[in-house]
């Protein structure tokens, strides 16, 4: 089905959202533009207007009209919060989404007020901004990605294409699971663990600190394991490799499969 925008790297509009469609108050000039992401995360995935756009490649979006600047928003979860449990409990998502990603992006809005990203799109900010921009700006980035690699319908393993160059990089699932294991785990401090599409087109497993991105790297991120503290300590305390259990319950390999194919 053909989308209702059009796409190209950096930015995409959405030619069919008019003002009152959707029950979208406040677009005085019947234009919504969005912050398309086409790369890892693919371009805007929904509309934060009543009701929700949800589309099924991405999530990014900005909105703005001739009376207010564009403005960073938390994007809309593909599940509910309390979907994730036993795994990840609906306190850790109130927290972990709807308070630290929150604060990223609230302080991302306030920090480019009337600089050069003030009208840029997250992956022009994080790719360029550098101390307190870039840091608001990647964690934004990266926890919408890691929200995104999610499914309270717990696929287990990949197939396909995907499950073909795990074998062929690690020999197989499992050595795969322990080698992301031992890369999230060994992580030291504040961080994120990463497979990643190498620009030779193969997958690789990175380990980044505080809010670094592979996105500056050249490398695709497929999957992310945040192994900050704040996105295991309610359900599993201090014990990371067990929130690594967890974690492999609720991967979404048809979302991994998807980055992969892009
Ligand atoms: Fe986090």
């Not at 207010?68 to 989404?97: F, G, R, V």
């Not at 990603?101 to 997250?122: C, D, M, P, R, V």
Request: glycine share 8%; proline share 5%.
């Amino acid at each position: 089905m053909a989308r209702p925008y059009s796409v190209n790297k950096t930015a995409c509009i959405v030619n069919d959202f008019k003002a009152g469609k959707n029950g979208a108050a406040g677009v005085s000039d019947g234009l919504c533009l969005w912050a398309a992401e086409k790369s890892p995360i693919g371009a805007a995935a929904r509309c934060g207007y009543n009701p929700p756009r949800p589309f099924s490649d991405g999530l990014f979006h900005k909105t703005h009209n001739r009376s207010t600047k564009m403005e960073h928003k938390l994007p809309e979860l593909p599940y509910a919060l309390d979907a994730l449990e036993p795994h990840l409990s609906k306190e850790t998502l109130e927290y972990h989404y709807g308070k630290h990603h929150q604060t990223y992006i609230t302080n991302l809005n306030n920090q480019i007020k009337g600089t050069e990203f003030e009208n840029a799109s997250l992956e022009e900010i994080v790719k360029k901004a550098e101390g307190g921009v870039f840091n608001n700006a990647a964690q934004t980035w990266n926890h919408t990605f890691y929200w995104l690699g999610f499914t309270p319908k717990g696929q287990g393993r990949p197939s396909g294409a995907l499950a073909e160059a795990i074998d062929a990089k690690w020999g197989s699932f499992e050595a795969f699971q322990k080698a992301f294991d031992t890369c999230a785990v060994g992580t030291f401090g504040s961080g994120w663990a990463w497979l990643v599409k190498t620009p030779s087109g193969e997958l690789d497993l990175v380990s980044t600190s505080n809010a670094a991105t592979p996105l500056n790297s050249g490398n695709i991120p497929l999957l992310t394991c945040d192994v900050w503290e704040h996105a295991y300590y309610i359900d599993y305390r201090n014990s990371r490799p067990n929130y690594l259990n967890g974690f492999w319950e609720i991967v979404n390999w048809d979302e991994v499969a998807r980055r992969f194919a892009a």
